[in-house]
């Protein structure tokens, strides 16, 4: 039996439990650490985008071509870590004194990364393939499972049966928007949560001081796959529909994870620490589950930055006045591309309790949108796909072709793909590469960029790397993240990052002017 506990200092060591050998000390190739400043310029950029109501991060990545091992993160944020006092909603155009509990935001704080939890994943399996002898990114269903668990191979539909790792980590797998999301599935999902609440905090999540990753959310992820991909399943009536072309599925995600873990015999959980974010030197910084859980009391966990959901505010005040009662999360959401936009109509913020199992998607799909991070432990993870020879050839053992199609091999979307637009392709590094977003002002970066949004509907995040085509192979990154579910005060972060001509300077600074 394997087991991962986390250190009260942070660090990550596997445990053997049936041997006496003593594997804490294995050497590791970490990368150069990365530099972090605080950035008055970047402050002013979060605040913007906070307007004081709720927490929001944001940061640049870069390196100094002169200093190839200096890697250097400018760091902002703005908001209290609590949008309002009371449990209930508060208006979004309320006066300031009724918010703020909680003390201010710091780059320390957690944020959820919802999907963008699935470049961490495609990562992580593209790093077993070149380590795991029988594994690679053409392995199928099939050759995975017939040796490992032939039962479950039985119970899921023969159209999938040749689906490879490529296919899904690139979303293209046949797995069309309505798999795992039929009444089967979604039983599997509710017994999923269930589960959640029946067990300890930590037998799910991994937070900031101890934890121990069990085995048992591997069987959830199997409950679910079973009921979702079952021949006959409602929301499967089409098996293998579509396939090779994009369809975005958190399925496809949770049984790519699924396959490694059956046929190397550890959990994810375990696989994500000790296999890529150790040696990546930033396993202190991640963690998994809503950030704060751990905390035994109410009052410890509002030293984190707690999640929100986002309603209008006039729907919601129907439904309570026509009820009587308080509503919760039964309302129509602002679309996430709104939140915190000009012109944006009134909503409320809803605190969730990070304790709560109804904080975050259940642990049966963990590889697809499950983990946190503070904003040093992301960018550290990200520098895996802007730095080959500093970060993901020696730390994680990558072979440059391997790298190079976390990049650039891609799967092109079908013409009215609403996730992303048809000039865009998604990269088996588990990223959308595309050309030059429309905020970024004409010669700001030039040629592509791979992004990443991510959103639980109470937290979210994006990130975008540019410059892919520079010698060094990427020169910065966008971060931003908050803890209320909509993406629009993030892109609105990034368009103020763009007019406060960070990217210029960002580019000076490259080039060591």
């Not at 596997?14 to 050497?27: L, P």
């Not at 030039?446 to 892919?468: D, K, R, Y």
Request: glycine share 10%; net charge negative.
């Amino acid at each position: 039996e394997v087991s991962v506990s986390l250190s009260s200092g942070g660090a990550f060591r596997q445990q053997q439990t049936d041997s006496t050998t003593d594997t804490s000390s294995a050497m590791l190739v970490v990368p150069d650490p990365i530099v972090c400043s605080a950035s008055a310029d970047l402050d002013a950029v979060a605040a913007a985008s906070s307007n004081g109501r709720v927490a929001v991060c944001v940061g640049v990545l870069r390196r100094k071509l002169d200093m190839p091992s200096e890697w250097c993160l400018e760091t902002g944020v703005a908001g209290p870590r609590q949008a309002s006092v009371e449990d209930g909603p508060v208006a979004a155009d309320a006066p300031l004194s009724r918010i703020g509990v909680g003390s201010p935001c710091s780059p320390n704080d957690r944020f959820h990364l919802g999907s963008a939890s699935k470049s961490i994943t495609a990562v992580l399996v593209s790093k077993m393939t070149e380590s795991f002898e029988g594994l690679s990114l053409d392995s199928t269903v099939t050759s995975v499972l017939s040796g490992s668990d032939p039962n479950l191979l039985k119970e899921i539909d023969p159209a999938y049966h040749d689906v490879t790792l490529r296919e899904l980590l690139t979303h293209s797998a046949g797995l069309g928007p309505t798999v795992g999301h039929g009444p089967p599935a979604t039983a599997s999902w509710t017994q999923s949560i269930e589960a959640c609440k029946a067990a300890p905090m930590d037998t799910y999540n991994v937070g900031r001081e101890s934890a121990v990753v069990e085995q048992s959310s591997t069987s959830l992820r199997r409950s679910y796959l079973a009921a979702a991909l079952a021949t006959g399943a409602e929301g499967n009536e089409n098996p293998g529909a579509g396939r090779g072309t994009f369809q975005y599925s958190n399925t496809g995600y949770t049984l790519a994870a699924f396959l490694v873990e059956s046929i190397t015999g550890r959990s994810y959980e375990e696989l994500v620490f000790t296999e890529l974010l150790t040696p990546l030197g930033v396993a202190a910084e991640f963690g998994i589950g809503p950030p704060g859980w751990e905390g035994a009391s109410q009052e410890e966990r509002l030293a984190y930055p707690w999640p929100h959901t986002v309603t209008l505010l006039e729907e919601k005040a129907k439904a309570e006045s026509e009820d009587d009662k308080p509503v919760e999360n039964t309302v129509p959401q602002l679309p996430p591309t709104l939140d915190g936009c000009e012109g944006a109509p009134p909503v409320a913020y809803t605190r969730q309790d990070p304790a709560s199992c109804a904080s975050d998607n259940p642990p049966s799909i963990t590889p697809a949108g499950r983990l946190h991070a503070t904003i040093r432990g992301w960018a550290g993870f990200l520098r895996v796909f802007l730095d080959f020879e500093g970060c993901a050839g020696p730390a994680l053992g990558l072979t440059k072709d391997t790298w190079d199609s976390l990049r650039t091999k891609t799967v092109k979307p079908e013409s009215g793909e609403d996730l992303i637009a048809p000039d865009t392709s998604y990269t088996v590094g588990g990223m959308i590469r595309c050309l030059r977003p429309a905020w970024v002002k004409a010669g700001a970066v030039e040629g592509e960029t791979l992004s990443h949004s991510g959103s639980n509907t109470m937290n979210a995040c994006q990130c975008w790397l540019g410059n892919l085509a520079s010698p060094s192979g990427g020169e910065f990154a966008l971060l931003t993240l908050t803890n209320v579910g909509g993406l629009g005060r993030l892109e609105t972060a990034a368009v103020k990052l763009i007019d406060a001509a960070k990217i210029a300077e960002i580019g000076a600074a490259t080039k060591g002017e």
